[in-house]
Every structure is written in C-alpha cells, then in structure tokens.
C-alpha cells in the first residue's frame, strides 16, 4: 500500500515538472512563429527570444534573492 501512494506521488511530480516544461516550450515556439511572420528572419527571432529569456531568469533570480 505504501508502495502505490508513493508511486502515485512520483506520477503526479512527473506529470506537474512536464506540463511546466510543455508549457515554456510551446510558449517559446509561438514566440518565434509571431517573430517570423511579423518578418523577422530566423537569427533576429533567435536573439529577441534569447534576450526575453535571459532578463526574465535574470530577474527571477533577483527577486529570489530579494524574497519577494
């Protein structure tokens, strides 16, 4: 019995981590399809989503530090 709900906490972490995951990636990938078609080239999309990306762990990263 034991056995199970620890299996069945494993499975619900497992699940919750992937949708987060699911979730920036697809983000990510909407990001780059408006670049394009707003008729940025491929490296000028790659650039503004790498900017985007590094302030925002950039300032989560402070704000963890500052603990809000």
Known sequence: MILCAFLFVVFIRWVTIS????????AGILVRLDAQVCGFKNWQSF???????????????????LKF
């Open 47 to 65: 650039v503004i989503l790498l900017i985007i990306s590094q302030a925002s762990l950039g300032l989560g990263i402070l704000l963890y530090r």
């Open 19 to 26: 949708v987060d995951a699911l979730v920036l990636i697809s």
